[in-house]
Nanobody, 129 residues
Framework: QVQLVESGGGSVQTGGSLRLSCAAS????????MSWFRQAPGKEREGVAI????????YYDDSVKGRFTISQDNAKNTLYLQMNSLKPEDTGMYYC??????????????????????WGKGTLVTISS
């Protein structure tokens, strides 16, 4: 059974940095895509960043482009999200997610919650002004 376990959340001030980690286990074949989503209180879950695990190609939501970096360490089966220049609007629960099947649409289409089939339980990020 696939397990995704996030860590690294916390509270920082505006302009600070955090690095989230997602330890993956239990899969026989590496997922095609791994991604980060976030959900602020009272809002829908939104895609933040996604990586093709085979090519390491990445895609970011416009709201985090240039500030966040998604990466992977295949030897450790770990996904990362380096978050710099954090803003109060980045506050929320951050979830790691994986897609076990290929996707042939656009990057923005891939970064949709409905296209992921494995989820972690989340790690909380709070940015104070």
């Amino acid at each position: 059974q696939v397990q995704l376990v996030e860590s690294g959340g916390g509270s920082v001030q505006t302009g600070g940095s955090l690095r989230l980690s997602c330890a993956a286990s239990g899969y026989s074949d590496r997922p095609y895509y791994m991604s980060w989503f976030r959900q602020a209180p009272g809002k829908e879950r939104e895609g933040v960043a996604i990586i093709n695990t085979g090519t390491s190609n990445t895609y970011y939501d416009d709201s985090v482009k240039g500030r966040f970096t998604i990466s992977q360490d295949n030897a450790k089966n770990t996904l990362y999200l380096q978050m710099n220049s954090l803003k109060p609007e980045d506050t929320g629960m951050y979830y790691c997610a994986a897609r076990s099947r290929p996707y042939f649409g656009s990057w923005s289409g891939a970064l949709q919650a409905s296209n992921m089939n494995y989820w972690g339980k989340g790690t909380l990020v709070t940015i104070s002004s």
